[in-house]
């Protein structure tokens, strides 16, 4: 079983910047795919982006330009860095985990854009 816990989120001005962290512990299968989620309030979760172990990346359209995704497999930990950030930005952001049959969320950390 694959557990997920992330970090790094917080109370941020508008066009400031934070990094989010995932770290990922268990059964690890060595080809998966590794994301982030959001979901702003009243809202559905929403794609944000993903990233292939090979390094292959996808980005929503919102968030292109301005947040990089990146792992470490080494390590097992995702980051999620978000440049110029803006109020729409504001949710609680989760990573998620899937490979062959195994899939996994995190329990979620609270990004907020407020001035």
């Known amino acids: 079983q694959v557990r997920l816990v992330e970090s790094g989120g917080g109370l941020v001005q508008p066009g400031g910047s934070l990094r989010l962290s995932c770290v990922v512990s268990?059964?690890?299968?060595?080809?998966?795919?590794m994301g982030w989620y959001r979901r702003a309030p009243g809202k559905q979760r929403e794609f944000v982006a993903i990233?292939?172990?090979?390094?292959?990346?996808d980005y929503a359209d919102s968030v292109k330009g301005r947040f990089t995704i990146s792992r470490d497999n080494a390590k097992n930990t995702m980051y999620l860095q978000m440049n110029s950030l803006k109020p729409e930005d504001t949710a609680v952001y989760y990573c998620?985990?899937?490979?062959?049959?195994?899939?996994?969320w995190g329990q979620g950390t609270q990004v907020t854009v407020s001035s």
């Open positions: 268990g059964n690890i299968f060595s080809n998966n795919i």
């Open positions: 998620h985990y899937a490979a062959s049959s195994d899939s996994a």
């Open positions: 990233t292939h172990t090979g390094g292959t990346t």
